[in-house]
């Protein structure tokens, strides 16, 4: 069991730049591949100001998912496919289709968000105005 914890001193909340509090923690399933399974243990954080809870995920995991980013992002790119006869271990080719097909559906709000971080990011070092046309 591998404990998860980030370098960072301070969490904001993400839905209310709250200040987030340690809680407790919880233990997730990540599966790496070749059908590889561990368990981590993720500090759970909890608002200080709206009281929603908030996990800490490693860069590894993706939210509410079992499979690392890794795999995910193997089949999203088409490197992994159901038919290679070393997708063995890998998801099913339902879970695949799943994948692929909230990816598609959620294309344009990803790119927003992408956008939204970089203006945030760009305002924080003061280089003004950010005006991004989608």
Not at 9 to 30: E, T, W
Not at 90 to 98: E, I, K, Q, V
Not at 108 to 115: D, L, P
Request: proline letters at 4%.
């Amino acid at each position: 069991m591998f404990f998860v914890e980030s370098s960072e001193n301070s969490h904001l909340c993400p839905v209310c730049q709250g200040i987030l509090r340690y809680r407790d923690s919880r233990p997730r399933i990540r599966k790496k591949e070749g059908g590889v399974k561990e368990r981590l243990m993720i500090r759970r954080f909890r608002c200080q100001n709206c009281h929603s809870y908030h996990n800490e995920l490693p860069d590894c995991l993706v939210p509410y998912k079992h499979y690392e980013a890794e795999v995910i992002a193997g089949v999203l790119d088409e490197v992994i496919l159901p038919g290679d006869l070393d997708s063995e271990d890998y998801p099913s080719f339902s879970t695949m289709l799943r994948w692929l097909q909230w990816f598609r559906e959620n294309l344009q709000r990803i790119e927003v968000f992408i956008v939204k971080y970089k203006c945030r990011k760009l305002q924080t070092k003061n280089v003004g105005r950010c005006n991004y046309i989608l």
